[in-house]
């Protein structure tokens, strides 16, 4: 994904294809007072509407061209508030508070390094926004679109502060979703035509991310957990007694319950298909799809085995959904694909966090912003024109000269030239640490060779007096 720079920026050194960063997000804990010391103006507030069942903060609809699977418990604003929650803990960004001014403001850009699939760039606008409603956050790419190495797709601008305590968490969630996406697309376009499913196998507490990850990537949900959908397995086939049992029992207690979801079965042999079928042929069921798990065998050479599954395929005869599963990597799903199955399940997630390419994250770029320039360059005219009028008014009244003082120069001249030539300077990426340490050494300057430029140009100057009719400096 992305990295932060103080000029600004997952598959990406920086996103999944690695990326930088930004985002809206709202945190059902809040979070532990963050002592950001913005402006009143800029305080936090949550905004949440709902979203297919899923509850979420709001996000720009114009990026979400892919919107997160419905939940009926699941709080996308409980776990954004946490991550940033897990992070700033009880005191806050204590680095931060140390090395960044309140007041400056900082562009972050998101770039990618690597190529890949985006994904999580709604997600990150809303933690953006949970974290400062005041950031601004543009992209020129959405969800799903591919980045190629070195792409600029976003950036965000705000106070620094802010971003810094928001990019962390935007760039964890863009990376893991970007890599998940990734590899999800690359399964999806090599399954075609059977349809890539993601499995329950995700990171706790961060199911609905993952799972909308898979559908920015091209492929499609499984079920969500264990309510929205009876899937009988191997350990319910042999705790019931077999296929038929356990098909009987599952029929019985949705029409007890007048329940009405889709019904998948697991089957490891012809055997037993054919005994699905043959349950299904003489009894009304609720059955929808035939798990064909681990029909795809595996050969010294590397290559798989699928005639049991085409066999299988066959005897269904699409009367039902089927669905492949085991021994699914990137160079079998081509093969299983043009079996005819349906659907092809495969770990996704996790199997992105075995892969070498995941995301990483952003750059914020901390170079000289609007106030920070502006009023050192403010400063150094108003300490040039201090300068003159101090030296000026001295030897004025002394009668040594007045305007014709070198030293009224000496003071003022260094400060002119770096109000005229900062803007340069900022653009160059010189920041603010750069003009406070310059002013230390200037000043240093001037003080420990004071007396060696005042016996430098009391010569000059006293050529200068004579020819104006002044005293000689030098025997006063």
Known sequence: MSGISTSSP????????????????????????????????????????????????????????????????????????????????????????????????????????????????????????????????????????????????????GYARSIIVAERVALNFMQRMSGIATLTKAMADAAHPACILETRKTAPGLRLVDKWAVLIGGGKNHRMGLFDMVMIKDNHISIAGGVTNAMKSVDQFLEEKNLQMPVEVETRTLEEVKEVLQYAAQNKTSLTRIMLDNMVVPLPNGDVDVTMLKDAVTLINGRFETEASGNVTLETVNKIGQTGVTYISRCLPNSMILSPKLPRVLAVDQRLRSCGWHMTCAFCIITSILHFIDQTVKIWFLEFGGLLDLRCWICCIPWLVLALFLPLLNKCGLTVQFFSKFNRIFFFFL??????????????????????????????
């Open 10 to 157: 997952p598959l990406f050194r920086s996103l999944a294809p690695k990326i930088s960063t930004s985002f809206p997000s709202p945190p059902s804990p809040p979070l532990p007072s963050l002592p950001l010391s913005l402006p009143k103006t800029h305080s936090r507030r949550i905004v949440a509407m709902a979203m297919s069942g899923t509850r979420i903060p709001t996000a720009s609809l114009e990026y979400m061209v892919v919107k997160p699977p419905s939940h009926p418990t699941y709080d996308l604003k409980s776990v954004i508030g946490l991550a940033l929650s897990e992070d700033a803990g009880d005191r806050g960004d204590v680095t931060c508070l140390a090395t960044v001014p309140v007041d400056m403001k900082a562009e972050a850009h998101f770039i990618a390094k690597e190529d890949g699939i985006i994904a999580g760039i709604s997600l990150a606008e809303m933690i953006f926004n949970e974290v400062d409603l005041s950031l601004k956050v543009e992209w020129s790419q959405k969800d799903g679109n591919y980045v190629h190495k070195g792409m600029q797709f976003g950036k965000v601008y």
């Open 447 to 476: 003080s420990f060779f004071g007396s060696q430029f005042d016996s430098i140009f009391t010569s000059k100057e006293n050529a200068l007096y004579s020819l104006f009719g002044f005293n000689d400096r030098s025997k006063d």
